[in-house]
């Protein structure tokens, strides 16, 4: 790897931390020449960039886009500055805790934090049983990281509450391709997207989301193919798109159930793949035919010309691929609106085929390999299942511990809440969650924090969760550590350590370690290194659906990474799924009939909007760590709300205006933003802002009944000018579904724990 020295020696690393209120740092004048180039990949999103950190001294100084196959030497703006959180003069250095409730977070010994943890871990089980402590865990985390936390929850405390904020990202598209496909990946690498004739994308705001990525697209378009887009914004993709279906917020079944029924009017159904791969396809076909365009634009608000149009434009070209993410997915039936996109892509014959198909796009660093892990609260390592016997069996002795001390499935990360709430869990670990922020209708999320007897958040920055915390860990960040993680596609690429963590903060395993020996159970949870957990997660993916068995580390150097299944140290690895076979074990995929449904709010007199939340470029899921880096947080320092001209006239509001913004959870202010490039009947709020500016204070809390995934992207909204008093509101909009009707969907305030060991409808 070469080096231009002299353009280094110029350049000045300014690290801005002044712009956003930090103190000044001061830079010695000594040239900063970086003496070592680490390679390693993006702490971001799950497109994992590759990228060479710039080492001097010991001390990061910065980072160079590497040539990896799916970047190919590009990086998006969170990418380039990403490593200013490393010597960030907000990093946690040493472990904090608290004397009482109420009293401040002091600096303590490592010793006295664990051993405090231990001591009142001990005494909480003593007297309320196992169950009584949580982890709640995230998919930012190596692999081996994850690992380690599913293991340690259920191993070494033996507790059944273990779960990860995955959940709230795309549990539901998950639980789809498991379902429909038998496996739960996207089932193709981000090189296939350049040979296919039409691209058609659901709910991703894919230029802001996976920046990256676009490179794939733009290749595509090159080659011909047409883009079409299905989002209530049009997004900076759509903007360049052939076709932009402007969808009222979660109404999309509507959509593609139309555009699958003119598909059969055309006679452009793959009879004969239909026939021989898969089942179901008479269910759907005789469902679909009640979905003309006229009825979906009047469920869905897409001009009926336009779903004809695009049932063209998809219907006719051959590859055609499909790609999903959270517009989709945060929802009441998020894995319904999945599998009709499924659907859609089984009746063109195009999954198994270079350049078709149908895929979600993974958002967290690791979201895959954080789902595959085994901190699942229904999953063991390799997606095997928690309730199913041999699984069971196998997972335990890979563990050593009896297979009847391994606890059953538990709560869902929004479930948790519940339980804390009710007093059920007393204790929660947060490693890698930002859950103050990332939660819907946080009011009630606080309120379950305060009532636990211990919270420990175990984090790099002091979060808006941690600073609920009675203890306080402090932990590496990504440059300072050593592992695998697996991108979007599937792909488990290795990350390397470029820097050792600051003053006293731990690897998130070595601080699982010294809990365990303290526990008393070093004998079945004691590691040397990342290594070692490698090792031992490949002999426990073995024989499962995600088999990373035959995968090594030297592997993944070679190769430019190694996508799962991998079941042989032979084998190279499988880019593309289901090219002969589906997952089940006929071989053949599922398809389902699904009807529209309605998200849970539906706007009325009081409340006549659909809001609906997500991300800008510059800011990364709760905003901890890049509302810390200068150039981002100048770019977008506070939130706001995205309403269209014509409805802002109505109420005689102006761009930039401070406004009040209102759900039947409460209000917020912040300021408006005219965009033409919204429906007139939807707002947009960006959620990376935490305390008065989280837009989690207003979301609903209801979530998919089977895999508990939030509605973040639609309820109902009403924003007022401030000059208007503000008065509570009862009702003035309609609820599709009442807490009676449906308790699963209502985590935080009603529905029953399971009893342990009951078992579940398999496909969650
Ligand atoms: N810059 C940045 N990039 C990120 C992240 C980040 O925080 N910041 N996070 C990463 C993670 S974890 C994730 S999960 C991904 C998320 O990636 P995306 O899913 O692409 O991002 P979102 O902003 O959540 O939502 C995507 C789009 O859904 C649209 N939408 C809202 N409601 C609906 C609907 O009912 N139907 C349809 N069809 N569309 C709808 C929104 O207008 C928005 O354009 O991004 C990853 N990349
Ligand atoms: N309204 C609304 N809410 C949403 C969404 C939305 O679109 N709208 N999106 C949802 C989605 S898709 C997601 S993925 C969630 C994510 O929401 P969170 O789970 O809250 O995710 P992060 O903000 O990444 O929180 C991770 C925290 O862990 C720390 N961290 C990072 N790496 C490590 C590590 O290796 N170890 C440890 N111990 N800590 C680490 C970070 O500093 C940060 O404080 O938010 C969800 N919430
Ligand atoms: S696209 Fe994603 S992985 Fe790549 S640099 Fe940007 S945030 Fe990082
Ligand atoms: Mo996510």
Known sequence: MSVNKDFFKERDFNYDFQSVGRPPVEWESASRIPEQLVPTHCCFCGVQCGMNIKVQEGRVIGVEARDFPHNRGSLCPKGVV???????????????????????????????????????????????????????????????????????????LGTRHVDYNGRLCMSSAAVSYAQALGIDRCPFPMTDIPLTKCLLVVGSNMGECFPVMMQWVWRARDNGAALIVLDPRETPLARTADLWLPVRPGTDIAVLNAILRQIIHDGLVDEEYVRNRTHGWEEVKALVEEYTPERAQELSGVPASRILAAARLYGRADPSMILHARGIEHSTHGVNTCLACINLALARGQLGKPGGGSGMITGQGNGQGGREMGQKANQLPGYRHIDVPEHRQYTASVWGIPVDELPWEGAAAPEMIHLMAKGEIKSCMVACSNLMVSLPDNRVVQQALNNLELLIVVDFF??????????????????????????????????????????????????????????????????????????????????????????????????????WPCPTEDHPGTPRLHTERFGHPDGKARMFPIPFQPPVEEPGENFPFRLTTGRVVYHYLSGTQTRRIGFLNSQAPEPWVEIHPQAASKLGITHNEVVRLRTPRGSMQLKALLAPSIRPDTLFVPYHYGHEQAINQLTVQAVEPTVKIPEFKACVARIEKLDTPEKPLEGGYKVNYTAKDSPKMFPYTVGETKPEGDQHAKAY
């Open 82 to 156: 990403a490593y200013q959180q490393v010597e960030h003069p907000d990093r946690l250095r040493y472990p904090m805790m608290r004397r009482g409730k109420g009293q401040p977070l002091q600096r303590v010994s490592w010793d006295e934090a664990l051993s405090y943890i231990v001591q009142r871990w001990q005494e909480l089980q003593d007297r309320y049983g196992r169950n009584s402590i949580a982890l709640y865990s995230g998919s930012s985390m190596t692999n081996e990281k994850c690992y380690a936390m599913g293991k340690f929850a259920r191993a070494v």
């Open 462 to 563: 002091l979060s808006e969760t941690a600073e609920l915390a009675d203890v306080v860990l402090p932990c590496s960040v990504w440059v300072e550590d050593e592992g695998t993680t697996t991108n979007l596609e599937g792909r488990v690429i290795k990350t390397n350590k470029a820097a050792d963590p600051p003053g006293e903060a731990k690897h998130d395993w070595v601080i699982l370690v010294e809990l365990a020996r303290r526990l008393g159970k070093e004998q079945i949870f004691s590691y040397a290194s990342p290594l070692d957990i490698w090792n031992e997660l490949r002999l426990a993916t073995k024989g499962g659906i995600a088999d990373y068995s035959g995968i090594t580390w030297e592997k993944i150097d070679r190769q430019g990474g190694v996508f």
